[in-house]
Structures are given as C-alpha cells and as structure tokens.
C-alpha cells in the first residue's frame, strides 16, 4: 500500500511546483493525483491559481490574505504575547499582491486574521482535510493504519515561502501526530554572478537557512504561542530532510536555463515520490540517517530521457485551438455546412431587414391580446357601435376618447401597460437571430454584423416613423389622434355597405399607430442598448447582446492566439504556449534528452496533426470540438463574466487534448530501445544526474547509502540500458535491487535519480557569503532613505533567531 | 329609348341635356353596381388596408364600365354605320357629345382616382 502523502506548496514556486506534479502524474496514469495524495497550496497572492490539467485541477488552493496590515499586527500582539518577529505596521503592501518579499510578511500572513478570513484556522483546517483525505483512502484500503509522509515545497527567495517554512513544519508536527517523514524540499536562486537588483531574494534565502539551521540544533527551541491559543514548544528540528536544488551543477555550471525547467524538475521529482519512489528512498534515507551518513540537509541529480508525447499533445491541441479562435474572429469569411464562405455584407443587411419586418409584426401582434381580452373583436363591436350612432356624443369624440393618453381605462392604457409582452418580444428576435447566426456560422463577425444590420433596420424605421410625425411623446400622440379620428369620419363608403369594415380598418389603423407612438422609446432604447451599452434591456427569455460584446470578446480572443499582444489580458496565449513549449523542447540545458521517432519534433507534432485530421474528420475546427451541443453565445457570455482569457484558454486545450488523447493520435515510443542505440548521448544524459543541482564546495562522493537509481516502466528494460551503459564501461549505475526503481506505467520516459547529503548549508553552499552579504547589508542606491541596515534584516528575518 | 342610345342626331339642346343627363346617371349607376359587386368580390383576402382595397375596387369598376362602355359604342357604330359619322360637321359632335362626356369623363375619373390611390400608397402615411 503506498504511503498516505500530502504534498504543500507554499508561495508562488510552491504552485509552480505542484502544477508540474499535477501535470507529470496527470500524463502517466490519465488522473491529477493517486488518491492516497492531496496537494495543498498556500499562497499570498489573490491572483495566482492552479492551473489544471485536461481532466481539471486537484491542487487545492488556501489563500492567506494580507489585507488590513495594521489591524492583523495589533491582532497578534494581543493574542500571541506581542512576539517580536511582527514587521513594521508602517509597512505597506498592495493587498492581494503577496508578501512583498518580506518575510515577516509572509509569516503575519499564515498567523493573521481579517475581513477575508482566518488565515491560520483556514490553514489548520484544509491540513486537516487533506489528512482526514489520505487517511480515510489509506485505511480503507489496508484495514489499518498507515503513518502519513508530508512534503513541503516552494521557494526561499520570496516572503512567503521563507517566511512561513518553519511554522509550516511544525503545523504539520503539531496537526499531524503520527507522521512518519516530514520532508521540505526548497528552490534557491543560482550562483550569482552579480547581486546587484537580486539582493532581496539571496537575503530572504539566507535568512530562511539560518533559520532553519537554528532549529536544526536541538539545543535552540521553538516556542510560539499560535493564534489558535496553542503554546507551542519543540525542541526537534522542523523537517526530517530538507533538500534544497537550484539551476545550478555542483560545479556551479548552469544544469536548468530557465527558472520553469526547476520547477520542473523539482515537480519530477515529487511526482516519482508519489508515483512510487518514496519508498525505494526511504529505505536507503532511513539506513542513511542512521548511519548519520545524510545529515538535515540534501539535495539530489535528476536526468531523464524522454520521447515529450505530452508536450506533442498539448502544442497540437494549442495549434486547434487557435485555428477554431481564427475561425471565430476570422472578419471576412466563414464556414457553412464545411464550405468557406466570405461574408456578404449587402446580404445581411437585406436578410435583416426581412427579419425585422418579422420582429416588429410578431412583436405587435402580440399587443392585440391583454389577458382574455382580444383588442381587435373589441374594436370591431366598437365600429359597429359607431356606425349605428350607439354612442354618445360625436364619433370623433368617442375615437379620440378609445385612443387617448388621458384615458386610463380604455385602449391606450391597455396597450401601454402590456408594452413590456412587445419589449420581449423584439428583445428575443434579435437575440435569437444573433444568436442562430452565430451557431449556424461559429463566426463572430458575422453575428455582430447581424447584431449591427439589425440596428440600422430599426434605425430606418424610427427614422420612418418619425417622418410619419409619430415620436413618443404623449400630446403629440394626442394632437396626431385627433386628425386621424376625423379621417375615420369621412369617405365611409356607405353607399357600397362596407362602412363597418372600413371603420373597423382604420382603428384598427389608430390602434396600429399607437403601438408604433407606445414602441418608439423601447426602440430608441434597444438601439442604445446595442450601441452604447449603458442600458441594460433584458427579454422574456434573453438579454439584449450589445455591440461591445462582440467588439471586446474578439479583442480578447485575439489576444489569446497573440494577434494583439500589448493587452493586458495576454498574459495567456496559445501563441506564448506554443513558443513556451517550443523552447522547452529546445532548452539543452535542461537535464531531459527529447527523444522522438523521426528525429524531429516538429515532424512529430506534424505526424499527430495528420493523424488528428484523418481521425477527427477534416481540419476544420468547431466549437462542436469543445462546448458539444452547448450554445456558443451562452458559452461566451459565461466566460465573459469570469475570466475570460483563463477559461477559454483551460476549455479549448482540455477538450482539445481530451481529442487528440482518445482518438490516439501520439504513439508510445519505446525509449529503452532509443537508449540502446544512441549510447553515447544516452550515457552523457545519465552522468548529468551524478551532479546535484546545488553548488556544493565539498567532494560528495557516491555512497550505497543513498538513493542512485534508474526509474522506467519496465524492470528488464531497465537491466538493458544497464548493462548497454556498462558495455560503454559507465558504471554510474548499477543492476541491483536498489539500483532500478520500475514503475509500470511510467511510459515515453527513463529517469537517472542520484541523491547526495551530508552537507552543512551554512558551510558548504558555494555561494553562501554572498547570500549573507545580501542579508546584512543594505544595497547601495536606493531611493528609499528610510530603509536602514536594521530595517533591512528586519525585512530578511522572520524569526526570533541568532 | 331606343333613340336615346342609338341616335346622334342633334334636334333640340333641351334633348341633348335631356339626354347627357341620363347617360350621366346611367353610368353613376352602373359604377356604383359594379363597384358595389367588385368590393363583395375581390381583395376578401387581402393583407392590405381596406382603404385602399376599396379605391381599387373602384379603379376596377370604371375599367369595367370603360369595357362595356367601348361595346355600346362598337354596337352604335355598326348600328348607325360609319357613313353617319360626318367629323367635318359641328351638328355631329353636337349629337354625340353625351357619348363623348361619359367616354372623356371616364378616362378622366380613372386617371384621376388612380393619381390619387398613387399618393396614399406612395405618402408617407398610413391611415
């Protein structure tokens, strides 16, 4: 039974990391996670959110707010015995934007409480859901109980990570009591070559490693009194190992160009904890430890060779997703029944109209109807009353009083206080118009130009109206009634008996000009709706789209397949993506050979594209691909409302890669029988995994007592590359039972893991006098007077600690 | 009456009023039975105003008349004979002036009426 994990990212690196874990598991075994681990995530800044996989996101997120700074501070003091570590309440952060790099900050964030929340309690409380989670899975399935292994991750550069990893550790001792390893596993920056701009980030690491070493002595004591009321007291070290890797070799040549490729690896490295090597480890740490051959702190190498299916899959399911948002924003032509069109533009203005003069028809017939009571038969029994002379006074008298806006009982009250049946009734037409031209064409262009013809239909036929001396104003209505209650009166034609009909005809014509008099204001108001977005017009069933919609959600959807790249909003972008990967792919630095079937990645993403093609039914993409059935307006005016950007971006490439994944467009590719046929590559690739990514001024030589092993799917296949190495007489790697690790379903994919220890941070770091530099002394040229040498290690420290 | 209608010879002017005066009233009331029977007739499903329905029952009407009134006049010719139509003679259009009314009067009514349906249809109006 695998051990119960819990897996804690904290700070921005944290998430990077638990992103890349999430994604390496997710290409293995098609899920986030296996159940017996949670990844949890504490972060500082609002903005930052996990960002999942085809299948969704199971990294949950624990915000920790510094919002009302001040208050928080006076918070603790009252309740925690006024510990001297809080910053400066002068100190002023822009809310929702993280710990500002300091780590006193990022320490009052995990502590603190206000208006969003109890930060500590919500801490406290997802640890233990995510532990009540393992445990449940994990005695469910063995009928007994099994001792839970946390590891903690993120940076020690910013404020949050280096501010919070010692609380975090012994949170965990205190909510978890009968935890078996507590590992933290940290990212420092690299050797730098100049500190100057950096100075924050080294002095938060070595302030966060001589915390650390404080509490690795077990004279020093950590002694709290948490916001939870508990009076803490520990004289054990926070972490059972914690292993620090950065971009660099031991030699302090650059192993990662890119601070994502850590993340990477670091995300590959807890990923084959979870996926099985924890154990394997374990054994050898354990022997190890006691043998006092590792010490508290580690680090490890890490080389793999890879056929990237997963990075195939994902720049061919970008490479459909921008063709599908170019058809949607593609301004001249679109798809019909499969056929490229270009869009007419005299066609839908003449097709509109036609549409329009429906609209308004159906819109005022449905004005003729108030209740049970149909206005037309009551007209016509009006003309007959008339012409029988069964009215009092004179006939135009008794018109005007029917139609009259001083009347609050006959028929222009009626109608005016069923206007709103008509409002719905031209707010659904247009929006089912716009919204069936849309569906039929997956064009945006086409149905705003719909939207636009529309408008400029009901724009002429205001302007008709208006010249018909109609407006809607109710004197001039009256004034208007009055010539047309006199025109009843003349020219009956009685004398060929059709008096009846002809006066029922021209009220009827009355009540026709006052639906036109009672509409003029919601026209008017619909075309400002459409146009200039400050009336919001809701129909029976819809709302009115506006101009603007279109306008800005083709603004945005440019963005995200890079066409306007200034914008805000193009922080993602397919076209970022596929250059993300792209040079991914190509980073040699990066400890991963890519190794593929053709020799060429690009012939590679060609191939599956092809294949997508054949299989999927042509290569025309449709919103069918990602939404189904759903409708594409609603689909768009949801995302609108949320982030539009993120979501469209996570949909297109989810359902996409959920395309390209079940139609099985990528094959496996055995990388073993890659590995025996380019040996020397292979071979270099392995050595790159001796050297720990950490520059290290002491010889750590390789000691059976720590973990050095080959990763693959397959136990003999591993045997193979072995003794195809040895042949080469490398013997790097050795076939024993601690020198495999086989995990069955590990595919496109073989790993070299050395791991070294027995080292003293504060000694032995290469790089480590720099970093104190950084700590103790304020750098040259900053604008801020106020910022003094203690200010400054006040910002770089977070714990009561000599 | 036979005379009335099949005779273009000028006697008296008070014969001739007589007669213009009936030719008048016959045609009023054949326009008016005709149209009378047209407006139960046609346009029942038309869409369009009554109004205007009506004006062109009435168009149809004098058009009707117009017809009938051409074969009253093909018949007078074949009765009285070509011979009797003297054009360079004064007493000859004297004599046939109650055919030359109606027939002018006609045409000028239809013109007429139907300049004046143009406008209702073309104005921007409705009623």
Same mark, same amino acid.
């Given at each position: 039974m695998a051990t119960p994990t819990i897996i804690i990212g904290i700070g921005t690196s944290g998430l990077y990391t638990l992103e890349h874990v999430q994604r390496f598991y997710y290409e293995t075994y098609k899920t986030n996670k296996p159940e017996n681990v949670e990844l949890l995530y504490i972060e500082t800044n609002e903005t930052n959110k996990p960002t999942g996989t085809p299948i969704g996101n199971d990294i949950t997120r624990v915000y920790i707010s510094l919002?009302?700074?001040?208050?928080?501070?006076?918070?603790?003091?009252? +309740?925690?015995?006024?510990?001297?570590?809080?910053?400066?309440?002068? /100190?002023?952060?822009?809310?929702?934007?993280?710990?500002?790099?300091?780590? +006193?900050?990022?320490?009052?964030?995990?502590?603190?409480?206000?208006?969003?929340?109890? $930060?500590?309690? $919500?801490?406290?409380?997802?640890?233990?859901?995510?532990?009540?989670?393992?445990?449940? @899975?994990?005695?469910?399935?063995v009928n007994q109980t099994t001792k839970p292994t946390v590891f903690i991750t993120g940076s020690l550069t910013g404020g949050t990570g280096a501010g919070i990893l010692i609380d975090m550790g012994y949170l965990i001792r205190h909510l978890i009591q009968d935890i078996k390893d507590l590992y933290g596993l940290f990212l420092l920056p690299k050797e730098p070559t100049a500190l100057r701009g950096y100075e924050v980030m080294y002095g938060n690491s070595f302030g966060a490693i001589k915390d650390l070493e404080y509490y690795n002595k077990i004279e020093n004591k950590y002694k709290e009194k948490w916001p939870n009321g508990f009076a803490k007291e520990y004289s054990e070290p926070p972490y059972e190992l914690v292993q620090f890797i950065s971009q660099d070799y031991q030699d302090g040549n650059p192993a990662i160009s890119s601070l994502n490729g850590l993340y990477k690896m670091a995300g590959l490295y807890l990923f084959m904890n979870i996926a099985g090597i924890y154990e394997k480890r374990r054994e050898r740490l354990v022997d190890a430890s006691g043998n006092s051959l590792i010490g508290k702190y580690g680090t490890f190498g890490l080389s793999a060779i890879q056929f990237p299916k997963d990075q195939i899959q994902e720049f061919i399911s970008s490479q459909s997703s921008i063709l599908l948002l170019e058809r949607l924003t593609d301004p001249s032509q679109y798809y019909l029944n499969g056929a490229l069109r270009q869009i007419s533009r005299a066609s839908i203005k003449q097709n509109m109209a036609i549409v329009w003069d429906s609209i308004i028809e159906k819109a005022f017939s449905t004005l003729n109807t108030v209740g049970q009571n149909d206005l037309l038969v009551s007209i016509e029994k009006e003309a007959i009353r008339i012409n029988k002379q069964n009215i009092k006074g004179s006939v135009v008298e008794y018109i005007i009083s029917m139609f009259t806006s001083t009347q609050n009982d006959k028929y222009y009250a009626l109608v005016s206080n069923n206007i709103k049946s008509a409002q719905n009734e031209f707010v659904d037409g247009i929006f089912e118009q716009v919204d069936s031209n849309l569906q039929n064409t997956e064009s945006l262009y086409f149905a705003k130009y719909v939207l636009e013809d529309l408008i400029e239909s009901i724009e002429r036929t205001l302007n008709y109206w208006k010249s018909l001396g109609m407006s809607s104003q109710p004197s001039n209505w009256d004034n208007e009634l009055?010539?047309?209650?006199?025109?009843?009166?003349?020219?009956?034609?009685?004398? /060929?008996?059709?008096?009846?009909?002809?006066?029922?005809?021209r009220l009827y014509a009355i009540l026709e000009l006052m639906k036109i008099h009672l509409s003029i204001r919601i026209l008017i108001d619909i075309c400002k709706h459409v146009k200039d977005s400050k009336i919001k017009l809701q129909g029976g069933l819809h709302e009115l789209p506006k101009l603007e919609f279109f306008d800005r959600l083709i603004e945005r959807i440019n963005a995200l397949i890079g066409k306007n790249d200034g914008m805000e909003e193009s922080t993602i972008s397919f076209t970022r993506r596929l250059n993300d990967i792209t040079g991914d792919i190509n980073d040699k630095t990066l400890p991963i050979l890519r190794v593929y079937p053709s020799n060429s990645f690009e012939k590679e993403c060609a191939k599956a594209n092809e294949m997508y093609n054949q299989k999927s039914g042509g290569s025309v993409r449709s919103m069918k691909d990602v939404i189904q059935t759903q409708n594409i307006f609603e689909y768009f005016k949801r995302k609108s409302a949320g982030k539009l950007n993120e979501e469209i971006y996570l949909d297109f490439l989810k359902a996409y890669r959920l395309k /390209?994944?079940?139609?099985?467009? @990528?094959?496996?590719?055995?990388?073993?029988?890659?590995?025996?046929?380019?040996?020397?590559?292979?071979?270099?690739?392995?050595?790159?995994?001796?050297?720990?990514?950490?520059?290290?001024?002491?010889?750590?030589?390789? $000691?059976?007592?720590?973990?050095?092993?080959? /990763?693959? +799917?397959? $136990?003999?296949?591993?045997?193979?590359?072995?003794?195809?190495?040895?042949?080469?007489?490398?013997?790097?790697?050795?076939? +024993?039972?601690?020198?495999?690790?086989?995990?069955?379903?590990?595919?496109?994919?073989?790993?070299?893991?050395?791991?070294? &220890?027995?080292?003293?941070?504060?000694?032995?770091? &290469?790089?480590?006098?720099?970093?104190?530099?950084a700590f103790e002394n304020v750098p040259s040229g900053l604008a801020d007077e106020n910022i003094t040498k203690e200010r400054w290690m006040n910002n770089r420290s977070a714990y009561s600690t000599q | 009456m036979e005379n009335l209608f099949f005779d273009i010879i000028y006697s008296t002017v008070q014969q001739l009023i007589?007669?213009?005066?009936?030719?008048?009233?016959?045609?009023?009331?054949?326009?008016?039975?005709?149209?009378?029977?047209?407006?139960?007739?046609?346009?029942?499903?038309?869409?369009?105003?009554?109004?205007?329905?009506?004006?062109?029952?009435?168009?149809?009407?004098?058009?009707?008349?117009?017809?009938?009134?051409?074969?009253?006049?093909?018949?007078?010719?074949?009765?009285?004979?070509?011979?009797a139509f003297d054009f360079l003679a004064g007493m000859f259009y004297l004599g046939i002036m109650p055919q030359l009314i109606v027939y002018l009067g006609l045409i000028i009514m239809f013109l007429s009426k139907q300049f004046t349906l143009r406008n209702i249809i073309n104005e921007k109006q409705i009623n």
């Open positions: 919002d009302s700074m001040e208050k928080m501070i006076a918070d603790i003091k009252t +309740s925690c015995n006024n510990p001297a570590w809080l910053p400066d309440p002068r /100190v002023v952060l822009t809310a929702g934007l993280g710990a500002g790099g300091i780590r +006193s900050c990022g320490r009052l964030a995990l502590w603190g409480k206000n208006q969003q929340g109890d $930060n500590f309690s $919500n801490v406290i409380n997802a640890i233990n859901h995510a532990y009540a989670n393992v445990m449940r @899975i994990a005695n469910h399935a009055r010539k047309l209650a006199i025109g009843c009166t003349q020219n009956t034609y009685k004398t /060929v008996f059709e008096q009846d009909s002809v006066l029922k005809d /390209v994944d079940a139609l099985n467009c @990528i094959e496996d590719f055995n990388v073993a029988s890659y590995i025996k046929n380019h040996l020397d590559e292979s071979i270099t690739t392995a050595k790159r995994a001796t050297s720990p990514f950490l520059k290290i001024n002491r010889i750590l030589s390789p $000691n059976p007592y720590l973990p050095r092993f080959i /990763v693959g +799917s397959d $136990n003999n296949e591993i045997v193979e590359v072995i003794n195809a190495f040895q042949g080469k007489n490398n013997y790097d790697f050795q076939d +024993s039972k601690d020198g495999k690790s086989e995990l069955t379903n590990l595919k496109n994919i073989i790993v070299f893991y050395d791991e070294k &220890g027995n080292f003293q941070m504060t000694t032995d770091l &290469g790089y480590i006098q720099l970093m104190k530099d | 007589i007669k213009i005066l009936v030719f008048i009233s016959l045609t009023g009331i054949l326009i008016w039975f005709i149209d009378l029977v047209l407006t139960k007739l046609l346009f029942k499903r038309s869409k369009q105003r009554k109004e205007l329905s009506m004006r062109l029952s009435f168009l149809w009407s004098i058009f009707v008349y117009f017809i009938l009134f051409n074969i009253y006049i093909f018949v007078l010719l074949h009765y009285i004979g070509l011979d």
